[in-house]
């Protein structure tokens, strides 16, 4: 039972475009959302993460949205840079079992120069 | 200074050996996981632990166990490997009851 769904699987985006990247959830217990991004050979690394009780947190070019009714929540890059080409993972977890994260399926995302 | 290390980087044995990896932070957190990322990089949860209390994902195999020396150490070792062992493995902590997990950069298990 995959619990969080992520798409795209993959995406390819020009230097200075918005890239999006969306995640649903079925556990209604889930109260945390981060977002982690992965290099090639690299350990995943905490990039942005949101709470239910907000339905939007910014942190530079880096955007969620959150829809707590709809048990959705995304991922925006805003001015998306080559930099910024890597895998990005949706993640969820709850307040019991040490806070085990479920993740996503992960998206590949490429920036054009 | 590194936050979360792991050795090795890259292992690679026969089917049938038992191996150990060794994961450390100096965080000075009191919770760590360990999470297997298969060729997919689908990353799913396989332990996590503090000095009370270990919860197992309920899909390990008890070939895996994970034994901890002390707070700064999370070792996984894997009895009678298997072809469908092979992945990447990472190693994470949080404080307890903390949300953050910091990730160590992963150690590539080969099993021929």
């Known amino acids: 039972q995959q619990q969080v769904k992520q798409s795209p699987q993959s995406l390819i985006v020009q230097k200075g475009g918005i890239s999006i990247i969306n995640c649903a959830y079925e556990?209604?217990?889930?109260?945390?959302f981060p977002w982690y991004q992965q290099f090639p050979g690299k350990g995943p690394a905490l990039l942005i993460a949101i709470r239910p009780d907000v339905s939007e947190k910014k942190e530079g070019r880096f955007t969620i949205s959150f829809n707590k009714s709809a048990k959705q929540f995304s991922l925006h890059i805003m001015d998306s840079q080559p930099g910024d080409s890597a895998t990005y993972f949706c993640a969820a977890s709850d307040s019991g079992s040490a806070r085990q994260l479920t993740f996503g399926s992960g998206t590949q995302l490429t920036v054009l120069p | 200074d590194t936050a979360v290390s792991q050795t090795p980087k890259y292992l690679v044995t026969q089917m049938g050996n038992d191996k150990s990896i060794k994961c450390e932070q100096n965080?000075?957190?009191?919770?760590m996981y360990w999470y297997k990322q298969d060729s997919k990089k689908f990353l799913k949860i396989m332990f996590s632990y503090n000095n009370k209390e270990l919860i197992i994902n309920e899909t390990v195999p008890n070939r895996f166990s994970p034994k901890s020396p002390d707070k700064a150490h999370l070792n996984l070792h894997i009895n009678s490997l298997e072809l469908g062992d092979s992945a990447v493995y990472f190693c994470?902590?949080?404080?307890?009851?903390?949300?953050?997990?910091?990730f160590g950069p992963g150690t590539r298990l080969t099993v021929l």
């Open positions: 965080l000075g957190h009191d919770t």
């Open positions: 556990n209604t217990a889930f109260d945390y």
């Open positions: 994470a902590s949080s404080i307890r009851g903390g949300s953050e997990q910091f």
